[in-house]
């Protein structure tokens, strides 16, 4: 039998809030959070690179694929991805 | 091996063919990490700001000081942080399910074919009966719940479970599961179960019903602490019961898997011992809990407990904390969330047939935080009270009467 195929719906059914006082503003707040989750995935994929190089003298895009962060390198991960967005939404004032 | 299986052989898992790409791995733990700053971090904060800074500005103004969420809502509207915050924890759980979209889009198929093998041949025992003739009520279709797409209920062809998979890969995220980290989607059932142990030692369910089981994985919870008790669990939504069941057989956990509407179940009087559901009543029309809350007395054998894990009311909390609670009211697409908040629990359960004096409403220990000791002083009540979502979950229920 051959396998069916699914393809999602990539919207949620629903009205949008609008939070700022415009809605351009609100749709630059998703380019900006897209945009930082995209140097994070970035960032992490070379990270994997430098940590299979620091093993072995060639590594294949196949190792990176196969690569599974071990707990040291999951915990630094988690580390640097809240530093990363610490950084990128540093607020005006104290908040 | 898992106990309860026959022939010797177990099923196969569904969820052992999706497998995200290195970038789709780090994506999703990146929205972990956003989850958990504007759910956490910057909640708090936020929560500081408005006792440090909002409230004072009124009080000192000499205004009455808001005793509603939405009142502090309207003070909070022009606050910058608060749109700030509001705009990214919209956005960090929105990316929770967009971040596994594509990696089980491109394992769907074979999922399917993998439930379709379980659900012919039952290996552990448990059942799927669907009915291909439920109409979905407009309550579960109006929105897209949890800015989910495709919500509890959507399928895209024959057989399908891949919005399921979706959803709980989803949820995952949203509970921070990375690859080191099961992230247990059961633990509410396992809670109420362990304490449902203690509270009434003597008591031992026959039968046991989770409404709006989705893929029973709370029941999966209970069975742990009542092994020898029928499982039923009850949904509208069939993508959610066929990769339940599909789990389910692979774990070994004997699960009666049936699609129907709660407001009106095929079971005879009194056939269940104990009958639960979790995070499920606040998504439906008060006018239906009523009737959903009526069948479970009706339903219940004498002695039966009935125990739903909820937000707790609107009386029973601050207005900020109201307010707090009922942002996923506006923003999540929860649409029944505050009205059911506003009513009484108790009299909930009184006005569909239950005795007043069988009637609770307690916080009891989230059993994944809680560390044994801690859960031994909460039993001697030498524990300060528990909040909700914070190490506690909130439950109400009655007994019927023996």
Redesign the interface.
């Known amino acids: 039998?051959t396998?069916?195929?699914?393809?999602?719906?990539?919207?949620?059914?629903?009205k949008r809030?609008q939070?700022?006082d415009s809605p351009e503003t609100?749709q630059m707040?998703?380019f900006i959070?897209?945009l930082?989750?995209e140097v994070?995935?970035l960032s992490?994929?070379l990270n994997?690179v430098e940590r299979l190089l620091d093993t072995r003298g060639t590594i294949s895009r196949e190792d990176?694929?196969r690569?599974?962060?071990d707990?040291e390198a999951?915990a630094e991960?988690?580390q640097s991805?809240?530093a990363l967005?610490?950084r990128v939404?540093r607020?005006h004032g104290d908040? | 091996m898992p106990s309860g299986l026959t022939g010797g052989e177990q099923a196969p898992s569904v969820d052992a063919v999706y497998h995200p790409t290195h970038d789709e791995s780090a994506r999703q733990g990146f929205v972990a990490a956003l989850r958990a700053f504007t759910g956490r971090d910057m909640r708090d904060k936020l929560a500081d700001h408005y006792h440090t800074r909002v409230l004072p500005g009124v009080e000192r103004a000499g205004s009455t000081a808001p005793e509603t969420g939405r009142d502090i809502e309207k003070l909070m509207a022009p606050v910058p942080y608060y749109r700030f915050y509001s705009a990214m924890r919209y956005n960090a759980q929105e990316m929770m399910y967009q971040s596994v979209l594509d990696p089980v889009e491109r394992v769907a198929g074979e999922m399917i074919a993998i439930g379709r093998n379980i659900a012919g041949r039952r290996p552990t025992g448990g059942t799927l009966t669907l009915d291909p003739h439920l109409e979905l009520p407009r309550y579960v279709t109006a929105l897209d719940v949890h800015l989910a797409p495709g919500s509890f209920h959507r399928e895209y062809v024959a057989d399908d479970l891949s919005q399921g998979a979706m959803l709980a890969y989803g949820s995952k995220v949203g509970l921070g599961g990375g690859v080191h980290r099961e992230a247990d989607l059961g633990a509410v059932g396992n809670s109420i179960g362990f304490w449902l142990t203690k509270k009434y030692p003597q008591f031992a369910p026959r039968r046991m019903l989770d409404v709006g089981t989705q893929s029973g994985k709370n029941l999966f919870g209970y069975l742990d602490h009542y092994p020898d008790a029928e499982a039923h669990g009850v949904d509208v939504s069939a993508p959610m019961l066929r990769y339940g069941h599909a789990r389910a057989e692979h774990l070994g956990k004997v699960v009666h898997f049936s699609q129907q509407n709660a407001e009106s179940l095929s079971y005879p009087d009194g056939f269940f011992d104990l009958i639960v559901s979790s995070f499920f009543f606040h998504e439906v029309p008060v006018a239906v809990s009523r009737k959903i809350l009526q069948e479970c007395r009706r339903l219940l054998a004498p002695g039966g407990i009935t125990v739903h894990m909820e937000l707790p009311s609107h009386s029973d909390c601050s207005p900020w904390e109201n307010f707090d609670w009922d942002w996923d009211a506006k923003y999540n697409n929860e649409p029944y969330y505050m009205k059911f908040r506003s009513q009484d629990f108790s009299d909930l359960l009184e006005q569909a047939g239950f005795a007043r004096q069988t009637c609770f409403s307690t916080v009891i220990p989230n059993l994944e935080t809680t560390s044994e000791a801690d859960y031994a002083r909460y039993l001697s009540g030498d524990l300060p009270p528990l909040k909700h979502g914070r190490g506690g979950w909130f439950v109400f229920g009655a007994r019927r009467e023996a």
């Open positions: 039998m396998e069916a195929s699914v393809k999602f719906s990539r919207r949620a059914k629903g809030p939070f700022f609100d707040m998703t959070i897209e930082t989750t994070s995935v992490e994929r994997t990176i694929e690569y599974r962060p707990e999951e991960r988690v991805r809240k967005i610490e939404f607020m908040q």
